[in-house]
């Protein structure tokens, strides 16, 4: 008897949707174990004392200063990021309630607020940007101890957009598709447990530009994860090109996170922030249109103009997620101080 067509149909569709999951090989129990343990993180908060190279005014001499960045992270779609003034390595770290000098939110239901506070100007920025880092790569930049793990958990191994690789004694390669976004876990020699030691960054499938190397594991609060709470930034030349007379900028920086913690699902409320005292700078015609195109290769410009200091590429997520299409936010803006 012949089937029915819808039945024909149904059947083609159902074959065509599962071929992908019935080639796609087995994902190691030690790489699901690992995720699973970020699979109920909601929100997140997390504070970075970061190294920043400061260029000085005659472009001569380069001092290597400290920046203390805050976040509150919502998964997938609200973010809050406030960068503090740099400060010397001998000066104490700054406080939730210190001035800051940067301050980028996502509020979760579609805006970006841009906060700029430059003595006594102070601007903010409203622009229609949504965040979803289910698939946004700065998931991957500061968020990246407690939110690779999430991602992967709710994206990577459900959908199976990420490759895992077995190194052996090293660990597992596990490789996003076509961002260029590689993470490597390996055992903590210390605790014996699978971590998260190593994110690299490439140019497509191609060109290394950067990584991000994960040390000091410990526990966090809230979470029965272990996660690195010291990080190394390498630059490579390809993210760093020559810019001509001047000194050369560090390509190695040392970050270390003050504090970790998972807290439980942030409200709207949380990511609805006062302007009061800041001025509005209205939108140019046609960027209320745009929608936000993360981008995770920032370069030095060959010929900036001169600066009193220079932050060198800057690479958190306050300085990744901000650069939109259309030229909503000139990339010079994001990597040097004004």
């Known amino acids: 008897m012949n089937r029915p067509i819808s039945q024909i149909c149904w059947r083609s569709l159902w074959a065509v949707v599962t071929a992908p999951l019935a080639l796609a090989g087995p994902v190691p129990a030690p790489v699901g174990t690992w995720a699973s343990q970020f699979e109920r993180i909601e929100s997140a908060s997390l504070i970075w004392d970061m190294d920043r190279p400061v260029v000085s005014a005659d472009e001569q001499t380069v001092t290597m200063l400290r920046a203390d960045v805050f976040m509150s992270v919502r998964w997938p779609d609200a973010m809050d990021v406030r960068k503090c003034r740099n400060r010397q390595p001998t000066d104490a770290p700054a406080v939730a309630t210190d001035p800051f000098r940067e301050r980028m939110v996502f509020t979760g239901s579609g805006e970006l607020l841009l906060f700029m506070a430059q003595g006594s100007v102070k601007t903010v920025e409203r622009h229609t940007a949504a965040l979803d880092m289910a698939v946004d790569r700065s998931t991957f930049l500061d968020a990246a101890p407690l939110f690779a793990g999430k991602w992967l958990a709710a994206v990577g191994l459900p959908q199976q957009t990420a490759k895992v690789r077995d190194v ?99 409200p709207n409320g949380a990511f609805q922030v006062s302007t009061a005292g800041f001025q509005e700078k209205g939108l140019r015609r046609g960027e209320g249109q745009q929608q936000l195109q993360p981008q995770i290769e920032p370069r030095i410009a060959p010929t900036p103009p001169k600066r009193s200091s220079l932050l060198g590429p800057s690479l958190t997520s306050f300085g990744i997620a901000c650069l939109l299409a259309g030229g909503l936010l000139v990339a010079r803006r994001l990597i040097y101080n004004r």
């Open 168 to 266: 052996g004694s090293d660990g597992f390669e596990i490789s996003i598709g076509s961002t260029g976004i590689t993470l490597h876990l390996r055992t903590d020699a210390r605790s014996g447990r699978l971590v998260l030691g190593k994110v690299t960054f490439h140019e497509g499938s191609g060109t290394l530009l950067f990584q991000h190397e994960y040390s000091d594991f410990r526990p966090v609060t809230g979470c029965d994860a272990i996660i690195g709470f010291r990080r190394r930034v390498t630059f490579e030349p390809a993210m760093m090109p020559p810019k001509g007379e001047g000194p050369e900028i560090p390509r190695v920086r040392d970050d270390v996170l003050i504090e970790a913690a998972v807290v439980p699902r942030l």
